[in-house]
């Protein structure tokens, strides 16, 4: 009698989509992927979308994956959800959000992140704490731009979460985040007396038996981020020893007790340790930093030991809405850029210190290491495996290409590079795509800039120009990364490292040419396109099955594909870009006021 197929469902809440994938637990095979759009509202540095849509895109792209995949609902076993990083939900007691939530590149916060990073110990305090300076990505900023501009609704809210830590309590009722995601937050880290146990969740050993992640590291090798050296405390802030209880006290309408929604061997992932035990946790919230911002740790989730935990199973609410079991495992989950690194087989039990370039909404370039980053170009993440992943992330890459394709009336890939046809005397095109303000560098406030136009100059090397500007902001992070890995950027073996491209724009003939131009480095492309899902999905497996979700990803093969060797680096482009950058910077991309509000510490203890 054949053995019946276990399928796993990996969720993608992405900035302007939701995609979810239907994949072979035992082999990878991706079956099928649903989709559903969001939408994004805001102007003038505002971006904010409605988490009641997130979840209405959730169940319509589930529902569509399983119906196409051509599989029974009884064979879907888990699923994991993977979000957007650093977006800022608030809910009101009756568990649903009290307003749209604030996303990762919603500038307005700028003022708040510039005077949270003085406070404290300054920058290098911020960094040994959390393994990041504030910026206005980071949800502590955004948090504290809610309390001056909306206190009604910051004194309302019952619960405080992330985009992924939402979804997954609409699934289970159950609050909870992943170490991953929640080093995305600037107030989780490691404490100045050595950590804190508020809101560390309970489980250092895995529910299935299995080790935690990150358990068969060396000896001597670096903790987590935000690890103190020592096992993990299990006491969990607001929870009873049986039986996981939401910190805030509060569950969604209509879930039932969390407790009731898991099986026996799942339960006690998050249950609290009454051993008493002395050890600090692998990770914890920041109480002084939560202090400083007024936000009380009661409204924060747990934390999971990693995105692979089982945290629950779905309530009947959740079941009856995706047409699933209440059976299917789910996973505490990640933020998008740990899930992607599961996804690429990257972490402990796979790739340690090989760099990534992901080219979507924003750019990304990230590495999964042991090493623990404290480098201020960089955000420090932990990644949701146990190791870390130090990542430097600019707020346009893609769409602001496509904008520029779209102004010029141009397809996307009908470009020269910026150096060609720029016409008698003209030393080439320069666009520094800024039209969202920037993160990396901290130019919040910057707009797009084209400058070195001719009469005879082509419309496609601007657009090329554009694509330029777009790749050089997020490769001029890369030797800052290599360096957070314990890496000589300069050393022959690390120049020749390839670089794995993934993202929407790895499927471009042009962003691909343009990266390695400008890097001059053999890339990697692999030939799967839902990354992010897929490492969802890996950690959906994992709580099913017990087993580390990178080693699972590793044996998928998911990460695997195309090599295309290296090319003489464009030096002239990347010197002609790097000036005008840094001749703009003083003056045209840094405005003489901060922006429509002062950088003031109102509201910062």
Same mark, same amino acid.
């Given at each position: 009698?054949?053995?019946?197929? !276990?399928?796993?469902?990996?969720?993608?809440?992405?900035?302007?989509?939701?995609?979810?994938?239907?994949? #072979?637990?035992?082999?990878?095979?991706?079956?099928?992927?649903?989709?559903?759009?969001?939408?994004?509202?805001? !102007?003038?540095?505002?971006?904010?979308?409605?988490?009641?849509?997130?979840?209405?895109?959730?169940?319509?792209?589930?529902?569509?994956?399983?119906?196409?995949?051509?599989?029974?609902?009884?064979?879907?076993?888990?699923?994991?959800?993977?979000?957007?990083?650093?977006?800022?939900?608030?809910?009101?007691?009756?568990?649903?959000?009290?307003?749209?939530?604030?996303?990762?590149?919603?500038?307005?916060?700028?003022?708040?992140?510039?005077?949270?990073?003085?406070?404290?110990?300054?920058?290098?305090?911020?960094?040994?704490?959390?393994?990041?300076?504030?910026?206005?990505?980071?949800?502590?900023?955004?948090?504290?731009?809610?309390?001056?501009?909306?206190?009604?609704?910051?004194?309302?809210?019952?619960?405080?979460?992330?985009?992924?830590?939402?979804?997954?309590?609409?699934?289970?009722?159950?609050? %909870?985040?992943?170490?991953?995601?929640?080093?995305?937050?600037?107030?989780?880290?490691?404490?100045?007396?050595?950590?804190?146990?508020?809101?560390?969740?309970?489980?250092?050993?895995?529910?299935?038996?299995?080790?935690?992640?990150? =358990?068969?590291?060396?000896?001597?090798?670096?903790?987590?981020?935000?690890?103190?050296?020592?096992?993990?405390?299990?006491?969990?802030?607001?929870?009873?020893?049986?039986?996981?209880?939401?910190?805030?006290?509060?569950?969604?309408?209509?879930?039932?007790?969390?407790?009731?929604?898991?099986?026996?061997? %799942?339960?006690?992932?998050?249950?609290?340790?009454?051993?008493?035990?002395?050890?600090?946790? =692998?990770?914890?919230?920041?109480?002084?930093?939560?202090?400083?911002?007024?936000?009380?740790?009661?409204?924060?989730?747990?934390?999971?030991?990693?995105?692979?935990?089982?945290?629950?199973?779905?309530?009947?609410?959740?079941?009856?809405?995706?047409?699933?079991?209440?059976?299917?495992?789910?996973?505490?989950?990640?933020?998008?850029?740990?899930?992607? =690194?599961?996804?690429?087989?990257?972490?402990?039990?796979?790739?340690?210190?090989?760099?990534? %370039?992901?080219?979507?909404?924003?750019?990304?370039?990230?590495?999964? @290491?042991?090493?623990?980053?404290? #480098?201020?170009?960089?955000?420090?993440?932990?990644?949701? #495996?146990?190791?870390?992943?130090?990542?430097?992330? @600019?707020?346009?890459?893609?769409?602001?290409?496509?904008?520029?394709?779209?102004?010029?009336?141009?397809?996307?890939?009908?470009?020269?590079?910026?150096?060609?046809?720029?016409?008698?005397?003209?030393?080439?095109?320069?666009?520094?795509?800024?039209?969202?303000?920037?993160?990396?560098?901290?130019?919040?406030?910057?707009?797009?800039?084209?400058?070195?136009?001719?009469?005879?100059?082509?419309?496609?090397?601007?657009?090329?120009?554009?694509?330029?500007?777009?790749?050089?902001?997020?490769?001029? =992070?890369?030797?800052?990364?290599?360096?957070?890995?314990?890496? #000589?950027?300069?050393?022959?073996?690390?120049?020749?490292?390839?670089?794995?491209?993934?993202?929407?724009?790895?499927?471009?003939?042009?962003?691909?040419? @343009?990266?390695?131009?400008? !890097?001059?480095?053999?890339?990697? %492309?692999?030939?799967?396109?839902?990354?992010?899902?897929?490492?969802?999905?890996?950690?959906?497996?994992?709580?099913?099955?017990?087993?580390?979700?990178?080693?699972?990803?590793?044996?998928?093969?998911?990460?695997?594909?195309?090599?295309?060797?290296?090319?003489?680096?464009?030096?002239?482009?990347?010197?002609?870009?790097?000036?005008?950058?840094?001749?703009?910077?003083?003056?045209?991309?840094?405005?003489?006021?901060?922006?429509?509000?002062?950088?003031?510490?109102?509201?910062?203890?």
């Amino acid at each position: 009698m054949p053995t019946r197929r !276990s399928v796993v469902i990996g969720v993608d809440s992405s900035t302007q989509s939701t995609k979810a994938a239907a994949v #072979d637990a035992a082999t990878g095979e991706l079956l099928a992927v649903g989709r559903a759009p969001h939408t994004v509202t805001g !102007s003038a540095g505002a971006r904010e979308s409605d988490p009641e849509e997130w979840w209405t895109a959730l169940v319509a792209a589930v529902r569509a994956a399983v119906r196409e995949a051509g599989v029974p609902a009884s064979a879907v076993t888990g699923i994991a959800v993977a979000g957007q990083q650093h977006g800022l939900v608030t809910l009101g007691a009756d568990g649903r959000p009290l307003r749209p939530a604030l996303l990762w590149n919603d500038t307005r916060s700028a003022p708040q992140a510039a005077a949270l990073a003085t406070r404290l110990g300054g920058p290098a305090d911020w960094l040994r704490r959390t393994g990041s300076v504030p910026v206005a990505s980071m949800t502590a900023a955004k948090w504290q731009w809610l309390r001056q501009h909306e206190p009604r609704h910051a004194e309302a809210a019952a619960g405080v979460r992330l985009p992924h830590d939402h979804l997954t309590e609409r699934l289970t009722g159950v609050a %909870v985040t992943d170490p991953g995601d929640a080093s995305g937050t600037c107030w989780y880290g490691r404490g100045r007396g050595g950590g804190d146990r508020t809101g560390t969740a309970a489980g250092a050993v895995d529910p299935a038996g299995a080790e935690p992640a990150g =358990a068969d590291a060396p000896a001597g090798a670096d903790a987590p981020a935000g690890a103190e050296p020592g096992g993990a405390d299990e006491r969990a802030a607001g929870t009873e020893s049986g039986g996981a209880v939401d910190p805030a006290g509060t569950k969604p309408a209509g879930a039932d007790d969390p407790a009731a929604t898991m099986p026996a061997d %799942v339960s006690g992932a998050l249950r609290a340790d009454a051993s008493g035990g002395s050890a600090e946790p =692998a990770g914890a919230y920041d109480p002084e930093i939560l202090d400083l911002i007024g936000l009380d740790p009661a409204l924060l989730p747990a934390v999971a030991p990693g995105g692979a935990s089982p945290v629950g199973t779905l309530t009947p609410a959740a079941a009856e809405a995706l047409g699933l079991p209440r059976t299917v495992v789910v996973a505490a989950g990640t933020g998008d850029n740990m899930a992607a =690194a599961v996804g690429l087989g990257l972490g402990g039990a796979g790739l340690l210190d090989h760099p990534v %370039v992901s080219l979507g909404t924003s750019g990304t370039v990230f590495a999964a @290491t042991r090493a623990r980053p404290a #480098d201020p170009a960089l955000a420090g993440f932990a990644a949701t #495996d146990g190791t870390h992943l130090p990542l430097g992330c @600019t707020l346009n890459c893609t769409l602001a290409v496509d904008r520029f394709a779209t102004l010029l009336g141009l397809d996307r890939e009908d470009a020269l590079p910026g150096g060609a046809g720029g016409g008698s005397g003209g030393d080439g095109v320069v666009v520094l795509p800024y039209l969202d303000g920037e993160r990396t560098p901290d130019l919040p406030h910057a707009a797009g800039l084209v400058t070195g136009l001719r009469h005879g100059t082509d419309p496609r090397s601007i657009l090329g120009a554009a694509y330029e500007g777009a790749a050089f902001t997020v490769l001029r =992070a890369l030797d800052h990364l290599l360096a957070a890995c314990g890496l #000589d950027p300069a050393a022959p073996d690390v120049r020749d490292r390839p670089l794995r491209l993934i993202g929407g724009g790895a499927r471009g003939r042009f962003w691909t040419e @343009t990266v390695r131009r400008l !890097s001059g480095r053999p890339l990697v %492309v692999p030939a799967a396109d839902e990354l992010v899902a897929l490492g969802a999905a890996a950690l959906a497996a994992a709580a099913v099955s017990g087993a580390d979700p990178v080693a699972l990803a590793t044996a998928w093969g998911t990460g695997a594909g195309e090599i295309l060797p290296a090319a003489g680096r464009d030096e002239e482009a990347w010197d002609r870009i790097a000036g005008v950058l840094a001749a703009a910077t003083p003056t045209v991309l840094t405005p003489g006021r901060r922006g429509p509000e002062s950088a003031s510490t109102e509201g910062v203890r």
